[in-house]
Nanobody, 118 residues
Framework: QVQLEESGGGLVQPGESLRLSCRVS????????MSWYRQDPGKEREWVAT????????SYADSVKDRFTISRDGTKRMLYLQMNSLQAEDTAVYYC???????????WGQGTQVTVSL
């Protein structure tokens, strides 16, 4: 069973940066494709970014491209999302997701709140 724990959310002003972290345990990290999603109350959950092995290869939603960077540290079993130039529209609960590359089974974290406001 994959366990995911996000951290790093908070309240920031427009234009500022924030880095989210997701701890993955206790499975072989390389087996999983890792993604970030976000959800604002009243809206559907939205895909933000994905990182896959080998490569690693990364992909981003158009709304965050060139502002957000997804990365992973296999040694520490950590997933990150560096968010720069944050905007009010980025306000949401951010979730980390692990997808088993062989079975396609998905696992979600509990989420961390990011609020961008003056």
């Amino acid at each position: 069973q994959v366990q995911l724990e996000e951290s790093g959310g908070g309240l920031v002003q427009p234009g500022e940066s924030l880095r989210l972290s997701c701890r993955v345990s206790p499975v072989p990290f390389s087996r999983y494709s890792m993604s970030w999603y976000r959800q604002d109350p009243g809206k559907e959950r939205e895909w933000v970014a994905t990182i896959t092995l080998p490569g690693p290869a990364t992909s981003y939603a158009d709304s965050v491209k060139d502002r957000f960077t997804i990365s992973r540290d296999g040694t520490k079993r950590m997933l990150y999302l560096q968010m720069n130039s944050l905007q009010a529209e980025d306000t949401a609960v951010y979730y980390c997701k692990a997808t088993d590359r062989f079975t396609q089974r998905q696992f979600w974290g509990q989420g961390t709140q990011v609020t961008v406001s003056l």
